[in-house]
């Protein structure tokens, strides 16, 4: 299978493409809540389906998630994981609402939903559009969707469709840091490709598969 | 108090059995259904976290047979039945099927929760095994641990706290 087998050229593609993307994003980020973003050098994990949840705390972390579907010349999903404490500091930035509480029995305020959202719009919106400039191939995005539950039950939803593939999965990991928060758990900007969608990118960016 | 039991995890797209005192818990179960086939005069127990409906929708060479809900119900009632039972002894719980998303596109994959659950009570039924209590649909994830001692499936979700059935 080509998951097992990606080259180190391969790698470092597909680690650029987390860079550029969370990169604009995270410019973004930083307007939105006006202080410094941090950006980690991206990593590219070929992950079981277990692995993927371990990557954002494990399959009962509660998270806010936002999530898009690419349609266009590639196909996949990109997700944006804040941990709880992340969504609630960075929606009461967005919105001057001091005490936001996304989980504490009663459904979080609507005002707090909307920020998640409009924020998980403008980042995946960014993100995105920066990767299709950068490989030249037209990506459509879905209107995002924000889940607030454990990892487990909103990353496998994105897991479906390449299920039936595989029982791995590509993931283009790029953690962003807010430099003044002191949260240890970062954001995570998760690309998922689907998998005929590889030999496309790499083809727009000039790296040719020897299985070809 | 009693001691905690030993709990024995199983993975999405995996599948396990357990004879008490172990208990057996399957965690962040979204549109995936959780399957607890159990026999208490045994007091055993086999879990899998299904991820999709049916087999023939395996678009990979190997298959895995925990992934999909006809298969993997085929291997837990295998297992459990190794003494020459019939299947129609064995009970059922099952806990998941959520729809976490509701995306505005037509995308049937986002459908797969309630199409998992349909699955999962369809093979249910061929074997005659009946499901004793559910806990499906809506939108929220769980974490769900059965006791084999007991036949009690603990459920616990992010929003709504814990539950029995």
Redesign the interface.
Known sequence: MMEHELSSIEKDVLKEIGNIGAGNAATAMAQLINQTVDMAVPTVNIAA??EV?EIVG???T?VAAV?I?ITGDITGKVYFVLSIAEAEFIASQVTGEPDIQL?N?APPKTIAISALQEIGNILTGSYLSALSDFTQLNMVS??P?L????????L??G???L?????YAIIIDTRIKGKSHSNRIHGHFLLLPDPGSFTKIFNALGVYRDDE | MNEPKPVVRV????LKIVKSPNMIRT??????VGVVIYDLSQKTAGLAHI??PDSS????ADL?TS?YADTAIDVLVKKLTSKGKRPSVLKAKIAGG?E??????S?E??R?GPRNTAAVKEKLAQYGIRIMSEDVGGN????IEFDPETGRLHIRT??K?ETII
Do not use: W
């Open positions: 389906f277990d949840m494990g399959p009962d509660p999530v579907n989980l029995g879905s209107v969707d889940g607030i539950d454990m990892a487990g039950a909103i496998s939803g897991l479906v469709d299920s039936q593939y595989s029982d | 993975g999405i797209a995996e965690s962040g179960l979204g549109s995936c991820m999709l929708l395996a678009k990979q895995n992934k959520a976490m998303f509701q995306f505005s596109t995308n994959s986002m797969i929220s994830g769980r974490t992010v929003h706290g």
